[in-house]
């Protein structure tokens, strides 16, 4: 069940100045990504970076444009500017993103080395063959077809391939038989693992909130993805299953080394889990480090407070950060 | 929903001739203390109210009818018909109102109850298609020993409903499986039709080897159509095939030296079976054979055709849905974004739905050119494609069986008033059942619709199970793009 | 030059026509985004009152000053079209408010099949002509041409049409704009809940906006009666397709949309009969419906819509 070419490098918190992982070893990059939608600028200039095997936290107040650069990253949008590498590989693959890059391709393979540039590929192939899985902040599952089948259709690719495009399976070949067996076990496998197994047969549309949103992370674990984009996994959760999400995510994490990537509200999951954490504010990064760095940011902590005015800020050197990196006239966040 | 709150049902009138019985519905009045909405005033009140508004809708057209007259139209005014009609819709609405809508306990509750059954669908569907199968494999058989007589006119009737149950089955793929709305279906059904007489009538191809060739060129112009369209949302990707069919109808109509144009196309040559026709004296089937010939022998043996035809397209149809492919279909009905995130390419999933119910089309219409020996583009108008979808909309979508109830309803209660021939003898000699039949089908159309929106069938059977085979109820099941 | 003058006066005299019909499924569809299918055949009805009161006037009455008699007919045949189009709304649509979205696309079309039978069953299915009621017109341009000399007419029937139709455009964005009824519209095309709790009668909102429809459409059956002099049962089927093509051209939802994309579809087709050929012309009209849906989904005046993730 395992990607082998993952390592499940849980980097614990690096010495100051020592080179973090996700400097290092990013699975994701986010080079000055902009999304305009007509005069409004919903992300402007954001760079940086998702460590391989780090649970990367994505925050900011409503309307900072956390859930645009999700699009972007997953394809549903395609960025006004700005370059997102994903890479398949341990290091930071210099040469492959070199080459990708200048020859106006979309993706390059060197043995079990890829590296893709997301902006150039559509958003079903992002996931086909970058393996950038997501779940939706409002959540999107077939809700008329039972929890096995949401888990079945996840595993689309992989059984049209066996099945030989359809034909094959038509004609009942053994190789068909035996990968849906296997897709069935796959299931049930991440069935077991979000406590959904008793609700297999059920509609998903009938799932309590709490158990959709697991069912949603279960179909794209399906996907068997390299980095998992999860939009708010905690929203609507009471306090329990925040915690079990929180064990489910260390889980994938730990036992597949899948690199996550997740916008949140929820500080106690995100400082508790996170190894990583991006702030953005108004389409704009305002602080990007671990998890205690960024709790004691005074911008993130005026972000978050809401400070009307910059006069009511009384640290000078935030102040002064604010009025140049600050907030760019006419934005708003309506879009995220 | 908020909005039909404060409607007060109970105020409206309802009317109109032919549609005063929509009504099955009966929204249950709240009950307001001071004004009892269930009193006989309110009931006349109500009725009176309808049998108003008849007056007006009809005064123009049943009331006055324009003719021909030497000088110009002329009027001939029919004020007995008019208040025939106002009569009649008060009193239907009065005795509605109080056995129905304005009553504690509505009749319909009960009818309600009784249809549920079938609705739910259950093990009683199971066994009903399995009968209803039993029926079809033996129903020539059946007709030719217990109506010698009128054999041919119903095998030839069961024909008919096969091939609507057929293009039903086809449509379902696109429409029920896979969410697409698609009015222009009629034009596949014309390419396939085409294709086999412009083959037979240019290269000489016979049934057999045309049927195939109609098969595949349907279903590649299913893809040449689909490519650009496949991208809008429901609605549009409506009209848009909606106006491709058109444009097909149209192009048909004016290729003279090609299609005929509006002569269209005629001996269109039979099927044969292995090579042996259906004709009388040396070398037909009935000569091979050493029986006597009959004339019902060829309809016997088109109405296996189509038979078997209809049954491979459910087979193929109930088999691709267990497939990936089938459930990327549903998926892409459920949530097209969903299905993106998840790697599936929808283009090439909508395509192939589209494709595919474009074949089945296609091979229904090459049959239906054999049958008929004739074809012309009045066949193929907007009006098939509206009943074919009504069949599977009517029947529950993606539901096989509900195809079928809904075929041989539509389609064979319209054909049966053809023999209602003694009705003349109560409306008078100038009374012609089979100018109605159009009008109540749309009324058939609209009344079902209305009383059971999800159609008869509307329950969803599971592709995969673990332990336990749910059926899925319709209130679940989304109805395709962007709703 | 000259014959492309007359050909464009015909195609705004057309296209107003179209235009009329159109503001109707805009306006449906703006308000509870369905497309109304027996629209066209409710127009188709409009021709068929307005026919049947004229004749009821001239025989019977014995009116003979013309003005007088179009204008009581186009005040009975709205009125009595309005009350077809309240009527289908009652009966096919309301029940299924809030149902799924297939279900009142399938009443629609069964109400235009009814329609359309109930008009051929107590009307008869012969075509009914009228000789010509308006006849004249000015001549505004005048050339020769390799076929011999050519007039441009503009007919006091194609002044009519136009003039009226700009009337009618002008009343109806006033009423959209300015009155209580057009605001409790918009609330409706925004969020239906929400009006409802707002205290907008959503259902009496909706069945105005269906009456004022089927209004507009009985004045291009009017015209349409005056224009061609024949009617038939199955007059609504095209007209309506097209007129659904001019909404969508212009942006459905979008009342200056309807009325750009009805003289746009007007134009297109009266140019591709008197240039290309005539048997093509419906082709050129539904090709171009194809056309704006693939690569311009939103219409001339519509908004864009931003996908929704």
Known sequence: ?336 | MAAETPAAPTSSIRPEGAQRSLEERGNAPVVAPANDPNSMANSVRDAAMAAALTFVLGFFFLGVRSDFAPGGLALEFRWGLLFIAVAIIFVARLLLNIFVFRTTKPLTQRMGSTFKGVGAGGGLGKWLGRALFAFALVLPFFFTSFFPGQSRQYIDLAILIMTYIMLGWGLNIVVGLAGLLDLGYVAFYAVGAYSFALLAQYFDIGFWMALPLAGLLAAFWGIILGFPVLRLRGDYLAIVTLAFGEIIRVVLLNWYEFTGGPDGISGIPKPTLFGLEFKRGEGGFADFFGIPFDNIHRFIFLYYIIFVLAIVTNLVTLRLRKMPVGRAWEALREDEIACRSLGINTTNTKLTAFALGAMFGGLAGSFFATRQGFISPESFTFLESAIILAIVVLGGLGSQIGVVIASVVMIGGIEMLRNLGFLSQVFGPGFEPTQYRMLIFGVAMVLIMVWKPRGLVSTREPTAVLKEKKRIGADMVAQGEGH | MEYFVQQLINGLTLGSIYGLIAIGYTMVYGIIGMINFAHGDIFMVGSFIALATFLILTTVFGFVFLPVILLIVLIVAMLFTSAWGWTVERLAYRPLRGSFRLAPLITAIGMSIVLQNFVQVTQGARNKPIPPQIQGGVTIMEGVTENGPIAVQLSYMQMIIIVTTLVLMIGFTLLINRTPLGRAQRACEQDRKMAALLGVNVDRTISLTFVMGAALASVAGLMFLLLYGVIDFYIGFLAGVKAFTAAVLGGIGSLPGAMLGGLLIGLIEVFWSGYFTIEYKDVAAFSILAIVLIFLPSGLLGKPEVEKV
Request: aromatic share 6%.
């Open chain 1, 1 to 336: 069940m395992v990607s082998a070419s993952q390592s499940a490098a849980t980097a614990a918190a690096p010495m100051p100045g020592a080179p973090r992982n996700w400097d290092v070893n990013p699975v994701l990059t986010v080079e000055h990504l902009t999304m305009r939608f007509g005069g409004l600028v919903a992300v402007n200039d954001l760079s940086f970076n998702v460590g391989r095997g780090d649970i990367t936290a994505l925050i900011g107040p409503n309307g900072a444009g956390k859930t645009t650069v999700f699009n972007c990253v997953t394809g549903f949008y395609k960025p006004t500017e700005g370059r997102t590498v994903m890479r398949h590989g341990d290091g930071l693959l210099q040469d492959l993103v070199e080459e990708v890059t200048a020859g106006g391709l979309r993706s390059v393979q060197m043995g079990d080395r890829a590296v893709f540039l997301l902006e150039r590929m559509p958003d079903f192939e992002i996931s086909h063959h970058a393996r950038v899985a997501r779940t939706f902040q409002n959540i999107r599952l077939f809700g008329g077809m039972t929890v096995l089948e949401n888990l079945m259709v996840a595993q689309h690719n992989v059984l049209m391939k066996a099945s030989v495009f359809t034909i094959g399976g038509l004609l009942g070949l053994p190789r068909y038989r035996i990968a849906e067996k296997a897709a069935r076990e796959k299931a049930v496998y991440w069935l077991e693992r979000t406590r959904l197994i008793d609700r297999a047969d059920d509609p998903a549309a009938d799932l309590p909130y709490g158990d959709q949103r697991r069912l949603e992370i279960a179909r794209a674990m399906c996907t068997e993805p390299h980095l998992l984009c999860l939009d708010e996994p905690a929203a609507g959760l009471n306090p329990r299953e925040s915690q079990e999400l929180n064990a489910l995510l260390q889980f994938i994490r730990a036992e597949h080394g899948t690199s996550i990537l997740l916008i949140e509200h929820d500080m106690g999951v995100v400082m508790e889990i996170s190894d990583h954490v991006v702030v953005l504010d108004y389409g704009v990064k305002i602080a990007d480090g671990d998890a205690d760095h960024v709790k004691n940011d005074p911008k993130v902590i005026a972000a978050y407070l809401g400070v009307e005015d910059e006069d009511e800020i009384d640290i000078p050197e935030v102040k002064k950060d604010l009025s140049t990196a600050g907030k760019p006239a006419g934005q708003d966040g309506g879009v995220a």
